[in-house]
């Protein structure tokens, strides 16, 4: 690839600041915006680290509350992140992008970057994850989520147990199709 070819390639991930009916939105290539709402995320999120904290198997619970990480990096983006105008760009890391979009979570997004390998190995199969290692990695995520719900100006309310357990079943009965 010519040198001209990779600085555009380059280009295209990089997030562009822009004025808009909502304020100052980030840009970002289309390929890195969610395709649900804010809303949608976050409760999604909460329903998976709640999940996350029903499992038994250390592994399990680590990879889902990773996902339910990128869930919350996925809501951020929604809300403060636009489609760039004229072209889709490359795939870039959700945590990448969430430190370019909301500078004041760029420790939350280089913390749970670094743990993403350990999430893949996991859901591989590989004993790379122990209790103690889900368990925290669970706690740091109903933190990660709080502070996301302040920084976006909305109230930070657990799911109730009930609402757990219907999304337990539904999630399972998914599984199963």
């Given at each position: 690839m010519s040198q001209q070819a990779n600085d555009r390639y380059a280009?295209?991930?990089?997030?562009?600041?822009t004025r808009g009916r909502r304020g100052v939105?980030?840009?970002?290539p289309s390929v890195g915006l969610p395709r649900r709402s804010r809303d949608e995320l976050l409760m999604a999120a909460r329903h998976g680290l709640d999940?996350?904290?029903l499992v038994q198997v250390p592994a399990e619970r680590y990879?889902?509350?990773h996902?339910?990480?990128?869930r919350v990096a996925a809501a951020v983006l929604a809300d403060r992140a636009q489609a760039r105008p004229g072209h889709r760009g490359r795939?870039?890391?959700?945590?990448?992008?969430?430190?370019?979009?909301?500078p004041e979570l760029a420790e939350w997004a280089q913390f749970f970057a670094a743990g993403a390998a350990r999430r893949a190995a996991a859901e591989a199969g590989l004993p790379v994850v122990g209790t103690r290692d889900a368990d925290d990695l669970?706690?740091?995520v109903e933190i990660f989520l709080g502070v996301v719900e302040t920084t976006l100006g909305l109230p930070s309310q657990?799911?109730?147990p009930a609402m757990v357990a219907d999304f337990a079943r539904f999630s399972h009965d998914q599984r199963r199709r």
């Open positions: 280009a295209s991930a990089v997030p562009v600041l939105r980030t840009s970002i999940e996350a904290s990879a889902l509350a996902l339910a990480a990128l795939p870039a890391s959700a945590w990448r992008l969430l430190a370019a979009v909301a669970v706690r740091q657990p799911v109730l």
